[in-house]
């Protein structure tokens, strides 16, 4: 049986979140939903190799999660369920590891997610941070 994460908590006391596979189209959700939890008072830092360099919600776009070079609180997956297992490596390499890695809408990998949960992370499947967050009605997250 899944464990059903506290996803209010979760949101609450994570100020820092990395967006892994930020786009900078508009009309995708991996653009509109950092643009609207930077506007909700998130730290909103991307991470995809075609935008490195590039200045996205106030935050150098970085290659890979090994150039975040800061704590994360949360890892926020927009990418294809079948590379998230690839990047399972590289998330449990980050020191200090973050708290909690949501996979958005529509993303689930049963095999990552319990391999990120056997190093002690938290992980959300299937679930979007926006709608979860306007749902709740959470305000700015706790710093």
């Not at 800061?70 to 200090?96: C, G, Q």
Request: proline share 8%.
């Amino acid at each position: 049986m899944e464990k059903v994460p506290d996803v209010r908590a979760i949101l609450e006391s994570s100020p820092t979140i990395a967006i892994l596979g930020i786009n900078d189209a508009p009309e995708k959700a991996a653009f509109y939903v950092p643009e609207y939890l930077h506007d909700a008072g998130y730290r909103v830092i991307g991470v995809n190799p075609k935008l490195a360099g590039r200045e996205m919600f106030g935050e150098r776009v970085r290659a890979t999660l090994a150039e975040l070079d800061e704590p994360i609180d949360m890892i926020d997956v927009f990418r294809r369920p079948e590379l998230i297992p690839a990047h399972v490596p590289e998330i449990l390499a980050m020191s200090p590891r973050p708290r909690t890695v949501w996979f958005q809408l529509g993303i689930r990998n049963d095999e990552a997610a319990r391999a990120l949960e056997a190093e002690g992370l938290v992980v959300v499947q299937d679930r979007c941070t926006l709608a979860e967050h306007q749902k709740l009605r959470l305000g700015a997250p706790r710093r």
